[in-house]
């Protein structure tokens, strides 16, 4: 049988490490939003969550407006820009 022939492989030559600051796109507001956004939605689950009465109030009209509300924050917090420096 024939031999495959084998080549070597290319020497790679390491880049030196770039000092320019990696810029994010998200500021420390915008995770402060989504922390705020997960609490509410979180609560507004917790609302809906429970025993008692499956037709209050609380449970039909008060636990999705929370729910939505939080949804609606973390999409402020998404479209939010960063404060330029």
């Known amino acids: 049988m024939a031999q495959p022939i084998k080549t070597p ?3 790679v030559q390491a880049k030196p490490a770039d000092k320019t ?3 994010l796109i998200f500021d420390k507001s ?3 939003w989504f922390i705020i ?3 509410v939605v979180a609560f ?3 609302l809906m969550a429970g025993t008692t009465d499956i037709y209050s109030n609380t449970k039909i009209i008060l636990a999705p407006i929370v729910v939505l509300t939080g949804f609606a924050i973390a999409f402020f917090a998404i479209l939010k820009k960063p404060e330029a420096k």
Do not use: D, M
Request: net charge positive.
């Open 37 to 39: 956004a997960i609490a």
């Open 9 to 11: 492989a290319p020497k």
């Open 44 to 46: 507004g689950f917790i």
């Open 21 to 23: 600051p990696v810029k």
């Open 30 to 32: 915008n995770y402060r």
